[in-house]
């Protein structure tokens, strides 16, 4: 009777692990050995990766041994039973005496005893999803247990308190239910819960801690609890699926993030939830993770793709991640896609979508068409910003100040762009800005404290001739940044012209060490000499002749910047003063016509040589002999030597080392203003040909408040302010010129009828 009962109970077991067995695959990874390639799916997610692998590889286990093992087990002749008794006792089989009739017939497998209280509660509640799912579970574990066709025929097991227990588990009551639990053990001793319903509860509290976890967006939790739970990670929660997904996202790994959703895409059937994981997908993972994820689209069985309806929102998100990464290249297909909903749709944020896109990747003509585009359909701040930004790059500020106005104020973004476009404008303002746009950007720049258009400011009075103006402009913006050494530079040189001596040392003082230019004013590069020598020590200066008027020529390959006539105006390089030879007494020259190290005669000698090399129009080596010179203890031989050394200069020239050296002993304020009148006016041909027209005007200005302009650098400054179409001053400065008889001037007078009146030519 013993075999009979070991059968009987082998029987029992039998049925259940053939079943499994009938799927190797599934069976492995049910085990956790992992199935075939080719296999099925897994049941569900697994988490392995997130706590690291295995120390010690699993034991390898003929698991088609042990199939055929227990199959010939299951068929093997058994002892006969009474098939009633064994179905309302099976205990009682073992306990069976062992005298059995010879003729009696083999028992059948016993049905196994199944506890069917969960399953006759979800019914009772009318909780379908949960009855389907129990019934599953129960085939699961006893492959021959039949459900009944009427679980609420079931009968009640009579423990009341069991009942109630799962009803607390069904209302998600589990501290309840735990507390239950702990209360019925220590009244009944040796009471034990169904394991069953143990292992529910263990469930249903890691998803509450998970859920929980997620929403307080505590992230590392999800995953852990993930990790240690993966039976949660299944297609039957697909919420569980999310949120863990999400944790990965939001903790910097991408790639399981990744890994979740292709679980989901790949082992997940229901529509909704595959169109929904897209869409959570797409919020939180890159553009080209999501190629990745899109190719696992399935047909939607019409001829279309599953994820059709969600196409347009996808296509926009892809052009909005583009719009933050300029190295983002989207596929052609999405931007046709928001192409053809600006066209087409009328809204207004898609073609902004096109405008951002295109302006990220410095295409700014079509920025401006799109984003003008949203402005006709609807004006507003974040369309005028882009198109403001687009007329800026494509040196337009002068409309982009008059788009940004209306908006200046709506963010930190509107103002910082509107002040761009005001710098932007005064740095060339046209001639026919009305005091109404000056007197808002003034009014604004100063209630935004903006330094760049607060010297801009400046830069303009100058160009005015409006000094005061311009000092304070330089001044107000020093104030509110100390450390800006380009509104400094300004203050200095408006000083200067201003005859305020002390502002300026004030100025050279605090910016000592930190600003050449401030200390020497801003030296010109090397060029060739334009001024005439100025007079040896003890002779004096010649008087001031008349400047040679610079050579104007037409010449189709130098225009006029901006509009302008064809064969525009430009300005050959030509000496601004005539070369005037100053005569001094005899001077021997013999003894510097070879060479000799400077450095090794005395000041007084070497001094002398200096002008001897001067004499035959040798200055550099002029140069060494009144460095030589600067060493003598006798403070006129240094002032002499210093003088000296920066004519040497000039006529090399090298006018930036000219006005270093007259710094190296104090000069006569006679000899400093003959230097002083010399470098401007070579700075101020500098900046011309360069065609920096409001640094040659400034170089002008300061020129002309040491000497009276000559006719040539009068020409010089109509041509500057033609250039810059600043046409009422070109025509007071030619009109002047013109009528001291100079043709320069009757010329620039011409020039200037054909920029103004091009039509009238013939």
């Given at each position: 009777?013993?075999?009979?009962?070991?059968?009987?109970?082998v029987?029992?077991?039998?049925?259940?692990?053939?079943t499994?067995?009938?799927?190797?695959?599934?069976?492995?990874?049910?085990l956790?050995?992992?199935?075939?390639?080719?296999?099925?799916?897994?049941?569900?997610?697994?988490?392995?990766?997130?706590?690291?692998?295995?120390?010690?590889p699993?034991?390898q286990?003929?698991?088609?041994?042990?199939?055929?093992?227990?199959?010939?087990?299951?068929?093997?002749?058994?002892?006969?039973?009474?098939?009633?008794?064994?179905?309302?006792?099976?205990?009682?089989?073992?306990?069976?005496?062992?005298?059995?009739?010879a003729?009696?017939?083999?028992?059948?497998?016993?049905?196994?005893?199944?506890?069917?209280?969960?399953?006759?509660y979800?019914?009772?509640?009318?909780?379908?999803a949960?009855?389907?799912?129990?019934?599953?579970?129960?085939?699961?574990?006893?492959p021959?247990?039949?459900?009944?066709?009427?679980?609420?025929?079931?009968?009640?097991?009579?423990?009341?308190?069991?009942?109630?227990?799962?009803?607390?588990?069904?209302?998600?009551?589990?501290?309840?239910?735990?507390?239950?639990?702990?209360?019925?053990?220590?009244?009944?001793?040796?009471?034990?819960?169904?394991?069953?319903?143990?292992?529910?509860?263990?469930?249903?509290?890691?998803?509450?801690?998970?859920?929980?976890?997620?929403?307080?967006?505590?992230?590392?939790?999800?995953?852990?609890?993930?990790?240690?739970?993966?039976?949660?990670?299944?297609?039957?929660?697909?919420?569980?699926?999310?949120?863990?997904?999400e944790?990965?996202a939001?903790?910097?790994?991408?790639?399981r993030?990744?890994?979740?959703?292709?679980?989901?895409?790949?082992?997940?059937?229901?529509?909704?939830?595959?169109?929904?994981?897209?869409?959570?997908?797409?919020?939180?993972?890159?553009?080209?993770?999501?190629?990745?994820?899109?190719?696992?689209?399935?047909?939607?069985?019409?001829?279309?793709?599953?994820?059709?309806?969600?196409?347009?929102?996808?296509?926009?998100?892809?052009?909005?991640?583009?719009?933050?990464?300029?190295?983002l290249?989207?596929?052609?297909?999405?931007?046709?896609?928001?192409?053809r909903?600006?066209?087409?749709?009328?809204?207004?944020?898609?073609?902004?979508?096109?405008?951002?896109?295109q302006?990220?990747?410095?295409?700014?003509?079509?920025?401006?068409?799109?984003?003008?585009?949203?402005?006709?359909?609807?004006?507003?701040a974040i369309?005028?910003?882009?198109?403001?930004?687009?007329?800026?790059?494509?040196?337009?500020?002068?409309?982009?100040?008059?788009?940004?106005?209306?908006?200046?104020?709506?963010?930190?973004?509107?103002?910082?762009?509107?002040?761009?476009?005001?710098?932007?404008?005064?740095?060339?303002?046209?001639?026919?800005?009305?005091?109404?746009?000056?007197?808002?950007?003034?009014?604004?720049?100063i209630?935004?404290?903006?330094?760049?258009?607060?010297?801009?400011?400046?830069?303009?009075a100058?160009?005015?001739?409006?000094?005061?103006?311009?000092?304070?402009?330089f001044?107000?913006?020093?104030?509110?940044?100390?450390?800006?050494?380009?509104?400094?530079?300004?203050?200095?040189?408006?000083?200067?012209?201003?005859?305020?001596?002390?502002?300026?040392?004030e100025?050279?003082?605090?910016?000592?060490?930190?600003?050449?230019?401030?200390?020497?004013?801003?030296?010109?590069?090397?060029?060739?000499?334009?001024q005439?020598?100025?007079?040896?020590?003890?002779?004096?200066?010649?008087?001031?002749?008349?400047?040679?008027?610079?050579?104007?020529?037409?010449?189709?390959?130098?225009?006029?910047?901006?509009?302008?006539?064809?064969?525009?105006?430009?300005?050959?390089?030509?000496?601004a003063?005539?070369?005037?030879?100053?005569?001094?007494g005899?001077?021997?020259?013999?003894?510097?016509?070879?060479?000799?190290?400077?450095?090794?005669?005395?000041?007084?000698?070497?001094?002398?040589?200096?002008?001897?090399?001067?004499?035959?129009?040798?200055?550099?080596?002029?140069?060494?002999?009144?460095?030589?010179?600067?060493?003598?203890?006798?403070?006129?031989?240094?002032?002499?030597?210093?003088?000296?050394?920066?004519?040497?200069?000039?006529?090399a020239?090298?006018?930036?080392?000219?006005?270093?050296?007259?710094?190296?002993?104090?000069?006569?304020?006679?000899?400093?203003?003959?230097?002083?009148?010399?470098?401007?006016?070579?700075?101020?041909?500098?900046?011309?040909?360069?065609?920096?027209?409001?640094?040659?005007?400034?170089?002008?200005?300061?020129?002309?408040?040491?000497?009276?302009?000559?006719?040539?650098?009068?020409?010089?400054?109509?041509?500057?302010?033609?250039?810059?179409?600043?046409?009422?001053?070109a025509?007071?400065?030619?009109?002047?010129?013109?009528?001291?008889?100079?043709?320069?001037?009757?010329?620039?007078?011409?020039?200037?009828?054909?920029?103004?009146?091009?039509?009238?030519?013939?």
């Amino acid at each position: 009777m013993r075999s009979s009962s070991v059968a009987i109970v082998v029987a029992v077991a039998v049925g259940g692990l053939v079943t499994a067995l009938k799927d190797r695959a599934a069976f492995q990874e049910m085990l956790g050995f992992g199935g075939s390639a080719h296999g099925p799916a897994p049941q569900f997610m697994l988490m392995g990766r997130v706590t690291g692998p295995e120390i010690s590889p699993k034991p390898q286990i003929d698991l088609q041994a042990i199939a055929d093992r227990l199959q010939a087990a299951s068929t093997a002749p058994q002892a006969s039973e009474s098939v009633g008794d064994a179905a309302e006792n099976p205990v009682t089989i073992a306990q069976a005496p062992q005298q059995q009739p010879a003729t009696a017939q083999p028992a059948k497998p016993a049905q196994p005893k199944v506890d069917e209280s969960a399953l006759r509660y979800f019914a009772s509640r009318g909780d379908k999803a949960r009855l389907q799912a129990e019934i599953a579970r129960l085939q699961a574990l006893y492959p021959n247990w039949v459900p009944p066709a009427d679980p609420l025929a079931v009968p009640q097991n009579g423990d009341k308190q069991l009942e109630q227990m799962w009803q607390l588990y069904s209302e998600g009551r589990y501290a309840e239910l735990r507390k239950a639990i702990a209360d019925r053990q220590a009244s009944e001793s040796g009471w034990q819960p169904p394991p069953d319903l143990l292992d529910r509860l263990d469930v249903a509290e890691a998803r509450a801690r998970l859920v929980n976890a997620s929403d307080l967006k505590q992230y590392a939790t999800v995953v852990q609890i993930g990790a240690n739970t993966p039976s949660l990670l299944t297609c039957s929660d697909i919420d569980v699926l999310w949120r863990v997904a999400e944790a990965f996202a939001r903790t910097d790994r991408a790639s399981r993030a990744k890994d979740a959703y292709v679980y989901i895409l790949t082992n997940c059937t229901n529509p909704q939830e595959r169109l929904a994981t897209i869409q959570k997908a797409s919020a939180l993972l890159p553009y080209a993770t999501m190629q990745d994820l899109l190719a696992l689209e399935r047909p939607d069985g019409n001829g279309g793709r599953e994820f059709d309806s969600i196409r347009n929102d996808l296509a926009r998100r892809f052009v909005a991640a583009g719009n933050d990464d300029p190295n983002l290249v989207v596929a052609p297909a999405y931007l046709s896609i928001v192409r053809r909903l600006a066209e087409t749709d009328g809204q207004p944020s898609d073609s902004l979508l096109l405008g951002w896109y295109q302006l990220r990747r410095e295409n700014y003509a079509d920025a401006e068409k799109w984003f003008r585009a949203s402005r006709d359909k609807e004006d507003s701040a974040i369309a005028s910003q882009g198109l403001a930004l687009a007329l800026i790059a494509e040196k337009q500020p002068r409309e982009a100040e008059a788009v940004m106005y209306k908006w200046r104020s709506t963010s930190k973004e509107a103002t910082a762009t509107y002040l761009a476009a005001t710098a932007n404008l005064m740095a060339q303002p046209p001639a026919d800005l009305s005091e109404e746009v000056l007197s808002r950007i003034a009014a604004e720049t100063i209630a935004q404290k903006y330094v760049p258009t607060a010297q801009q400011f400046g830069w303009f009075a100058r160009t005015l001739n409006q000094p005061q103006t311009a000092a304070r402009w330089f001044e107000t913006a020093l104030r509110w940044k100390p450390d800006d050494e380009p509104s400094a530079y300004g203050l200095a040189i408006t000083r200067q012209q201003l005859h305020d001596r002390a502002g300026v040392a004030e100025i050279q003082r605090l910016w000592t060490g930190k600003s050449d230019r401030i200390a020497q004013l801003g030296e010109a590069t090397n060029r060739q000499p334009t001024q005439a020598p100025l007079p040896a020590p003890g002779q004096t200066a010649p008087q001031a002749t008349a400047a040679a008027p610079p050579e104007i020529i037409r010449a189709p390959s130098e225009r006029l910047e901006g509009a302008g006539p064809p064969g525009g105006v430009a300005v050959a390089r030509q000496p601004a003063m005539q070369t005037v030879t100053v005569r001094r007494g005899a001077r021997q020259v013999r003894g510097c016509t070879t060479t000799t190290n400077a450095q090794l005669l005395d000041p007084e000698t070497a001094l002398s040589r200096g002008w001897c090399l001067m004499d035959i129009n040798r200055p550099m080596e002029a140069v060494k002999a009144f460095e030589a010179a600067l060493a003598s203890p006798n403070r006129r031989t240094r002032e002499d030597a210093a003088y000296g050394q920066s004519l040497a200069y000039l006529r090399a020239g090298l006018s930036n080392n000219a006005a270093v050296a007259a710094t190296k002993a104090p000069q006569t304020q006679q000899r400093a203003a003959e230097l002083q009148i010399a470098i401007l006016a070579d700075r101020a041909l500098a900046a011309f040909d360069a065609k920096r027209y409001r640094e040659a005007l400034i170089f002008l200005d300061q020129r002309a408040q040491l000497r009276q302009e000559p006719i040539g650098l009068m020409v010089l400054r109509g041509y500057a302010y033609l250039n810059m179409k600043m046409y009422g001053d070109a025509e007071r400065i030619f009109t002047a010129a013109a009528a001291t008889g100079s043709k320069d001037a009757n010329r620039g007078l011409a020039d200037l009828r054909a920029a103004t009146h091009p039509d009238t030519l013939d």
